[in-house]
């Protein structure tokens, strides 16, 4: 549930120079056993999810959450997602999850999230964010969100660009996924944490190799009923999964060992 800046404010007496505390957000999560593999380590859209959670909240506290925004006809679409893995997050039972946005470059809002394990850094999550004005079908500007962005510096150094792209022809057909009621969430799209148990129900452990960084982007929204084409591509020491709807490309990733 989204919460209101100026009741929080009220109920806990933050002052214009508490903002600043608000910039940066801590929460710790319960690993539950449906958030684990069968090798008891979390899942990628496990992770995924709780990032999605906690950024969700953090908005929340700055007015710019989902009531907040869909009442003004927008929404947060994640537009790139980044996940370096420092050490596998398995045989956990919490998590601890910390949050700052920075500057936006043009109309794109990035975002780290660290997850931490009994204080030790276990993963970085570089999410690169969107405002969407869906009653225009275009992406907007919000510049007061500069207001509540960061000074301190990204653990992960330089900007996360955009995947190459290899054409279907280079890679495997591997099979069609239709986007059923479970994997629309209340945006009436598909929920990009989807995109990542579609993979790994492809790939599964993959002969027991430790994923290292995991890079999605989300080109096009899939809706309910949409039928998804999916592609795979596997080298050395990375895969490929490309998603197309028709001759459409909505999504790709990268998956480095």
């Excluded at 893995?85 to 470059?105: D, G, M, R, S, W």
């Excluded at 944490?193 to 790939?203: A, N, Q, S």
Aim: with cysteine; hydrophobic share 40%; net charge negative.
């Amino acid at each position: 549930m989204a919460i209101d800046i100026k009741s929080l404010k009220m109920a806990i007496g933050l002052s214009k120079m508490d903002e600043e505390e608000i910039k940066q957000l801590t929460e710790t999560f319960r690993v539950t056993t449906n958030m684990r593999d069968f090798n008891d380590n979390i899942k990628p859209s496990a992770i995924f999810d709780l990032a999605q959670e906690l950024a969700a909240t953090h908005a929340s506290l700055w007015g710019k959450g989902f009531n907040e925004y869909f009442a003004n006809g927008w929404y947060w679409v994640v537009a790139r997602n980044y996940l370096k893995v420092i050490k596998p997050v398995t045989h956990i039972e919490k998590l601890t999850l910390t949050t700052y946005a920075f500057k936006n470059q043009f109309v794109e809002y990035p975002r780290d999230i660290e997850i931490h394990h009994n204080g030790e850094l276990m993963g970085i999550i570089k999410e690169i964010r969107m405002v969407y004005d869906f009653k225009n079908g275009r992406v907007v500007n919000d510049p007061t969100l500069n207001n509540y962005a960061t000074d301190r510096k990204s653990l992960i150094e330089g900007r996360i660009r955009k995947l190459p792209f290899f054409s279907k022809e280079k890679m495997k057909f591997v099979k069609d996924v239709e986007v059923t009621y479970s994997f629309v969430d209340t945006n009436k799209h598909m929920n990009n944490t989807k995109y990542f148990d579609i993979y790994f129900d492809i790939v599964g452990d993959n002969h027991g190799k430790n994923y290292s960084t995991i890079q999605a982007e989300y080109v096009k929204q899939c809706f309910l009923g949409d039928i998804l084409h999916v592609y795979i591509l596997e080298e050395d020491d990375a895969n490929y999964m490309y998603i197309y709807r028709d001759e459409e490309l909505t999504f790709y990733l990268k998956v480095t060992f």
